[in-house]
């Protein structure tokens, strides 16, 4: 704080009791993100990696990151840009109570700020932990279903309206077949991706396709 009862000094640092717990973020072991960022946050693509930190950073990195990304979609709503918003390994941040009612926000309030949000994750029960992470799979117009265990094509069945027929693409399915589900209509899908391209070895994901 500046000042003093006899002019001027020396600006200080005056932290209240109540936010002693910012010390860690601010000058403490947990500073790393208290530093001016590297990336280049205008490139049309932007990737964020969160594997490498430690547990007690990877909540408030994750919000921090999720606070980015809606600084991102205001900027382009006012430059009438829509903004993807691509989150991998999803479950991950349905986990953390704070960090799963930012996902619940975005998935409602995304669309009309021109936000795609969209959110992998291995299983639907991920989606159902709550009833108010459950507003993330019913406030998801398009949904793309992969192979499926018996527990969830049963929640897919009752959440979605997918008839027995319909869910024998998602019971012990191979790459690329699947469904689709798109407002009230829902196809089936078999993607023969042609291996001998550039786009593939970037898209696959195979051991053993990417060794090498």
Not at 40 to 52: A, G, Q, T
Not at 64 to 86: E, G, P, Q
């Amino acid at each position: 704080m500046y000042g003093s009862q006899r002019g001027w000094r020396k600006p200080t640092i005056e932290i209240w009791q109540g936010d002693a717990s910012l010390l860690y973020y601010v000058t403490g072991s947990l500073r790393v993100f208290n530093h001016r960022t590297n990336i280049n946050l205008n490139n049309r693509l932007v990737c964020f990696d969160i594997k490498s930190l430690t547990k007690s950073l990877k909540k408030i990195g994750m919000l921090i990151l999720m606070d980015s990304v809606w600084n991102r979609v205001t900027v382009n709503r006012a430059a009438k840009k829509n903004t993807w918003y691509y989150i991998d390994e999803f479950h991950l941040l349905l986990k953390e109570e704070q960090t799963a009612a930012y996902c619940i926000e975005i998935w409602k309030r995304f669309r009309k700020w021109g936000g795609l949000p969209t959110g992998p994750t291995q299983n639907v029960k991920d989606l159902l932990i709550s009833m108010e992470v459950e507003n993330i799979f019913e406030n998801s117009d398009f949904v793309v279903m992969l192979n499926q265990a018996p527990g969830d094509r049963a929640i897919l069945a009752k959440k979605l309206g997918i008839s027995e027929y319909q869910l024998s693409y998602v019971s012990g399915s191979g790459p690329g077949e699947g469904l689709i589900k798109y407002d009230n209509i829902i196809i089936p899908f078999k993607d023969r991706f042609p291996k001998d391209t550039e786009l593939y070895r970037i898209m696959t994901t195979k051991l053993e396709e990417v060794a090498g």
